[in-house]
């Protein structure tokens, strides 16, 4: 496979350059060969998340420029994980953490192309670290690393106040000896993470010169943050997770769909593979008419349907026309359409009961006050039920009007919606 000369400028462009050691020598490197590279995720979920989404796209696009990828998923690292901020990391048994081994793999393997020359390799840290004692990694490992270096790092002086385990001090050394590892047995000469990594990428650059004499490279990509400077990748319920089962597909599109408008080109650079003639016409579209929203559907379509595929992000566009009054309600599916309504805001009512009239739903739902509310509402022909006009007050639903058996749609004039889940 032909190398793309261009990898580096088109990974500066879209700003994943935060920090690299010698920008110069990577790119001899990366002009000269494919260069086998590799990214680390810890297990410490049961789902990746946006912020690794970073990683996986960038693990891509070197895969795509003709270097070859490993794919590090830390079954040991995973058993401790990374200092943070917060305080003290909860453990996790090792059934649990071989089982998210399995659940972060598969969601990474979609991403990667696991044939031809330069075909990805899945790896797993506790295999070169499950056997090995403790006083051979001091003797091996722990000689290479300064204790006042170590202690330097921004995460663990911000927590020698309030106290951090060895356990969690000793995370580089772990996470370098992965490198020395990789170096060693697979002639890995390239690692990138998240820039909250850099010391920990460092280590490893920094041991694999001290334990074997060689040089090899390192690069971390910017953490993703609002305009206010907070991080990116959390919704109301927490994490934005690639998972669907623990963010729904509707709400991961409707994530995108809502960026702010500031930061909508940077994001288009970094989640998608636009070619930049189309990204910067996006961008130029935005800024002349931001209330079109063009870079933010842009952004959503693009995104989920890299995580989810194409099917689902059809799907959700269906859905969400359909619940503004754009499309036929019958021929969507009960899963998302559930999942939109769902993130719009529903109410649970008990088939036993019956289906009560179109009065009734409208309050139950929350699109009317009292039952003289709703009715000037359906008599002013603003009521709505699976997207059909609703004129008559007495009007009773019937169990053939549930979207796949299950759900109602009510709507008030153009824009505000409810689901009625009859269960």
């Known amino acids: ?25 990577l790119r001899e490197a990366l002009a000269a060969g ?12 049961p789902s990746l998340h946006l912020g690794n989404l970073v990683q996986i796209l960038t693990a891509r696009r070197l895969q795509d420029a003709g270097h070859t990828p490993y794919l590090l998923v830390g079954g040991a690292t995973g058993m401790i994980g990374d200092p ?25 393997e979609p991403f990667l192309s696991f044939e ?19 006083i051979d990694f001091l003797r091996d490992i722990g000689k290479h690393f300064p204790v006042n270096r170590m202690l330097a790092r921004d995460t663990v002086r911000r927590r ?7 356990t969690e001090f000793s995370y580089v050394l772990l996470q370098s000896m992965d490198y020395l ?36 490279h390192a690069f971390a990509t910017p953490l993703i943050t609002k305009t206010d400077g907070t991080k990116y990748g959390k919704t109301e319920g927490g994490a934005l997770w690639l998972d669907p089962d623990l963010t729904s597909p509707y709400a991961f599109f409707q994530f995108w769909l809502n960026v702010e408008d500031e930061k909508v080109g940077e994001l288009l650079r970094i989640f998608t593979f636009l070619p930049r003639a189309e990204i910067e016409a996006l961008e ?21 349907t890299l995580v989810h595929g194409a099917e689902e992000t059809a799907r959700i566009q269906a859905a969400s026309a359909a619940l503004f009054g754009g ?28 289906l009560p009239g179109v009065l009734d739903l409208l309050v139950s739902a929350g699109l009317a006050k009292s039952r003289g509310e709703a009715r000037r509402t359906v008599t002013e022909g603003g009521a709505y039920v699976n997207n059909v006009r609703v004129t008559d007050p007495d009007h009773v639903p019937s169990s053939d009007d549930l979207v796949g058996g299950t759900w109602l749609v009510l709507r008030k004039g153009k824009k505000s919606f409810k689901g009625v889940e009859v269960v």
């Open 181 to 216: 590892a990789l170096f060693r047995d697979h002639g890995v000469t390239l690692q990138f993470g998240g820039s909250d990594q850099w010391g920990n990428l460092t280590g490893g650059v920094e041991l694999v010169r001290r334990a074997d004499g060689a040089s090899v």
């Open 284 to 304: 130029a579209q935005h800024a002349e008419k931001p209330f079109l929203r063009a870079g933010q559907k842009a952004l959503a379509e693009h995104v989920t």
């Open 34 to 45: 494919s260069v086998r590279y590799y990214v680390g995720f810890d297990p410490t979920a």
């Open 84 to 108: 943070r901020d917060s305080g003290e990391r909860t453990l996790n048994s090792a059934d649990t953490v071989a089982d998210w081994v399995q659940r972060v793999r598969a969601q990474i």
């Open 116 to 134: 031809g020359d330069n075909a990805a390799t899945m790896v797993n840290n506790l295999d070169w670290t499950g056997g090995l004692s403790v």
């Open 327 to 354: 499309g036929d309600m019958g021929g969507l599916s009960a899963d998302t359409l559930g999942a939109a309504l769902r993130e719009a805001g529903s109410v649970r009512l008990d088939r036993a009961d019956g």
């Open 160 to 166: 020698l106040e309030s106290g951090i385990s060895y």
């Open 1 to 25: 496979m032909p190398l793309d000369p261009s990898l580096l400028d088109d990974l500066a462009w879209r700003g994943l350059l935060a920090h690299t050691t010698d920008l110069d020598a």
